[in-house]
């Protein structure tokens, strides 16, 4: 069974830089993977980030970005802001069996 | 502009049934695959199903495999998930969303609907 892991939180300063990660319990992620990220908000519905890797969604602001960052994806937030205080989810696409699997979400605060 | 409309949540008894429906509109339907996911409460976001454009092929997590059935009306521009049997797990927002696929270029969930709360209970 493929499972997803992310951090289940994460801190950072206002102003400040923080990467996300995430990885598979089978081995490394990888652009074939087609990893995209995911904001959501208390009681809102997600909001996509990025995908295929490092894509910028319609709208998101240059602030956030995507990478492979050793054998995980990585979601790089500079500059952070408060109203980044979220839960963030990655998603990797396994194309053989046509599954998506999310990891259990970062929660990230700002202060 | 893309709009996702999810209906057909509420309470029901663990063993029953419900049908949930997600209304499309400001794209062309016919042409996007799509896909449902959940959220217990207080917990992450688990994928649950997803449906070709046409809906010859779908594709379900394992634990619903046998009780849920992902459908689509390309006609009415909307999207079903007929659930039976189900259980106290099973509570959670569900929610719609369309899949971006590129021809095969990328994969990922572009736009998302506000859900619909499942709760199982007696």
């Known amino acids: 069974q493929t499972v997803v892991t992310q951090e289940p939180s994460f801190s950072v300063s206002p102003g400040g830089t923080v990467t996300l990660t995430c990885g598979l319990n089978s081995g490394s992620v990888s652009t074939s993977y087609y990893p995209s990220w995911y904001q959501q908000t208390p009681g809102q519905a997600p909001r996509t980030l990025i995908y295929n890797t490092d894509t910028r969604s319609s709208g998101v602001p240059d602030r956030f970005s995507g990478s492979i960052v050793g054998n995980k994806a990585a979601l790089t937030i500079t500059g952070a802001q408060a109203d980044d205080e979220s839960d963030y989810y990655c998603?990797?696409?396994?194309?053989?069996?046509?599954?998506?699997?999310f990891g259990g979400g970062t929660k990230l605060t700002v202060l | 502009e893309v709009q996702l409309v999810e209906s057909g949540g509420g309470l029901v008894q663990p063993g029953g049934s419900l049908r949930l429906s997600c209304a499309a509109s400001?794209?062309?339907?016919?042409?996007?695959?799509m896909t449902w996911a959940r959220q217990a409460p207080g917990k992450g976001l688990q994928w649950v199903a997803t449906i070709q454009e046409a809906g010859s092929a779908k594709f379900l997590v394992d634990s619903v495999k046998g009780r849920f059935t992902i459908s689509k009306d390309n006609a009415k521009n909307s999207l079903y998930l007929q659930m039976n049997g189900l259980r106290a797990e099973d509570t959670a927002i569900y929610y719609c969303a369309r899949v971006r696929n590129c021809n095969g270029a990328c994969w990922h969930f572009d736009y998302w609907g506000q859900g619909t709360l499942v709760t199982v209970s007696s």
């Open positions: 400001g794209f062309s339907f016919s042409s996007f695959w």
């Open positions: 998603v990797v696409y396994l194309v053989a069996g046509g599954i998506w699997v």
